[in-house]
């Protein structure tokens, strides 16, 4: 059952159990009015009276907690920001602590969660690189993927640089020059979409040289990141693209773990962990709800997210188009 449902059943269930105890002792009160009691019957009713309070203020409380224990779904969203993807996380974090240029690489199968991955990594550690050059490209528009120069001609457009024949090196120079001046983000959706080839000439005809000069002449307060995502776990296997470590001298997109499934153990962990945060309903009788969870999800990370949203009554579609700015 959905979080708003529960919650509104559940509250009537107690509000109708509270007024039953507030009549009761209203009743019993009366009853002490009456003149012909005996001092005995006088003591039972009192003693009745003060366990009919004491009913009464333990479902009051619950009726309190009840309405405390309530998560709107913004809130729900950044409670699941903590949940799973340590390890890509984790290589991030030292990535952008290490150096202002760098470029990293998400991957993983289909609904594997990449843009909440984008999305969930510049909120929370670069959320200054928004604010300045923001460039974002779809390489799954079919141009694109069997035309490298439409490429650069759109590449271009966001620097100023129109017309044909355009080359990388002279996009990398207007982007060098924007650096100075500002953060400048690439987010390139969809690189698993691009033939080898070009993937390869994005890489070393474009960010490496423009990695290499940045780091050898550039002097700047600025972050230049990019972010290539691929939406189905291929393009990680072009070993001679990536590095899997952080090395300063080597102009490469660093490539984390391969995103996987979340786990019984990863999702038990997080719900413990924000457990006075979460909406009672989910918390109750963790391990079930945990392993009904990954039943229906089959531990696909998006799906456990919709379904999380969903038992909550709140739909994660709605809340990620509010959310996401890549």
């Known amino acids: 059952m959905s979080h708003e449902p529960y919650k509104q059943e559940k509250l009537a269930e107690l509000q109708e159990e509270c007024d039953a105890w507030r009549e009761e002792i209203q009743e019993l009160k009366k009853s002490l009015q009456i003149d012909d009691l005996t001092p005995k019957q006088r003591i039972r009713v009192k003693s009745q009276i003060k366990a009919a309070e004491a ?42 602590d290490a150096q202002s240029v760098s470029a990293f690489l998400i991957h993983g199968s289909p609904e594997h969660g990449q843009r909440w991955l984008l999305n969930r ?59 100075q001046t500002q953060n400048v983000l690439f987010v390139f959706h969809d690189v698993d979409c ?28 600025f972050q230049l990141l990019m972010f290539l995502v691929d939406y189905e776990g291929t393009v990680g296997n072009l070993d001679a ?19 996987n499934q979340f786990t019984e153990e990863s999702l038990l962990d997080w719900m413990e962990t924000e457990v006075d945060q979460l909406p009672i309903e989910l918390t109750h009788d963790l391990d079930d709800t945990v392993r009904a ?34």
Do not use: H
Not at 73 to 79: G, P, V
Not at 204 to 212: I, V
């Open 55 to 96: 009913e009464f203020q333990e479902i009051s409380q619950q009726i309190e907690l009840l309405d405390k224990n309530t998560v709107s779904s913004e809130q729900l969203y950044k409670l699941l920001l903590k949940l799973g993807y340590k390890r890509q996380v984790r290589l991030f974090r030292q990535l952008v």
């Open 121 to 179: 990594l510049v909120g929370q550690y670069v959320p200054q690189s928004i604010s300045g050059k923001v460039v974002k490209i779809d390489l799954g528009r079919k141009v694109r993927r069997t035309n490298v120069s439409a490429l650069w001609r759109q590449l271009g457009s966001y620097f100023n640089l129109c017309g044909r024949g355009i080359s990388p090196v002279e996009i990398a120079e207007r982007v060098y020059r924007c650096w």
């Open 194 to 221: 691009m033939p080898p080839a070009y993937l390869q000439e994005l890489i070393q005809n474009f960010w490496q040289p423009l990695t290499k000069k940045a780091r050898n002449y550039g002097i700047s307060d």
């Open 241 to 259: 693209l990536f590095s899997e470590e952080i090395n300063p001298t080597q102009p490469y997109p660093v490539k984390p773990p391969k995103i």
């Open 293 to 326: 969870i990954l039943e229906e999800s089959e531990g696909i990370p998006e799906y456990v997210l919709t379904e999380i949203f969903d038992r909550c009554g709140f739909n994660y579609y709605e809340e990620v188009d509010r959310q996401w700015k890549l």
